[in-house]
């Protein structure tokens, strides 16, 4: 399921893959189920908004679109349709795991012991209440760092010309890379590893977290298929852990 620490780490395409099988295996699919719901309600009724008032949105989007470029309208239109849903996507994805954090994190704990022949801790609710100010705080952390990057992005998008073409690409590449660290980082925030100190590992393999986030990105803007992403992301990610990161960063506890 997990290749053993002694080999080499596979792809960000691997990982990811792994999740959809990983979020069957027995004695985890009951701590996917809370993660799920989260997202089911979250994401269905915010992709639900955005469908009845994406056609009005575009047409004014396009409406400030250069006269020189006009003559680009048939790829400036699908441009603009997936910038609206990568932002739109990742808004709501970070909402999402903001109010999923605690049952994301115990799903990751959960599966880590699990991949790694580990007793499973035995996490009751009280746990999970004390453990609650500390998630908090490290999701505050992630939104600290990610805020002002995204700000200056999004700004990007009113420059003419720019904003209908590059862009889009751009925000891609910065989405991808914020969700390999959101979803990386529940099983290094289980071992208490500070979140400079993860942002530093996740670096060492940036290709392979980018290809992992770059498919989580890709499938946040799908419908139905985004509605489960987020479980699939975690254990995903915690698989990656397991190979990639345990054995050097793990606090025992």
């Known amino acids: 399921m ?3 620490n002694n080999i080499p780490p596979r792809s960000g395409f691997y990982y990811f ?16 189920v809370l993660p799920l719901l989260v997202n089911i309600l979250l994401m269905g009724g915010a992709f639900w908004w955005l469908f009845t008032r994406m056609e009005s949105w575009i047409a004014r989007l396009m409406a400030i679109t250069p006269d020189w470029l006009q003559w680009l309208s048939y790829l400036i239109w699908p441009l603009a349709v997936v910038s609206l849903l990568l ?3 990742y808004f709501f994805s970070t909402l999402a795991n903001w109010i999923a ?3 994301n994190g115990l799903l990751a704990e959960q599966l880590e012991a699990r991949l790694t022949g580990a007793a499973p801790p035995d996490t009751g609710v009280v746990d999970l209440i004390k453990d609650l100010p500390r998630i908090l705080k490290r999701e505050w952390q992630k939104l600290a760092w990610y805020l002002p990057r995204a700000l200056v992005l999004l700004a990007l998008f009113f420059i003419p010309g720019f904003g209908q073409t590059a862009a889009p690409v751009v925000w891609f ?3 991808a890379w914020m969700l390999a660290i959101q979803y990386c980082d529940y099983p ?10 993860m942002r530093v590992a996740l670096r060492e393999r940036k290709f392979i977290n980018m290809q992992f986030g770059a498919l989580t990105s890709l499938f946040t803007m799908i419908p139905i298929l985004n509605l489960v992403i987020m479980p699939v992301a975690v254990c995903g ?9 345990r054995n050097q960063h793990a606090r025992w506890r």
């Open 17 to 32: 893959s792994q999740g959809w099988s990983l979020i069957k295996k027995p004695g985890i699919r009951r701590f996917v």
């Open 101 to 103: 954090a605690p049952f």
């Open 2 to 4: 997990v290749a053993p």
């Open 87 to 89: 932002v739109f996507g």
């Open 173 to 175: 590449l910065f989405s």
């Open 188 to 197: 290094f925030d289980n071992h208490k590893v500070p979140f400079t100190e």
């Open 237 to 245: 990610a915690t698989a990656m852990w397991v190979d990639c990161y």
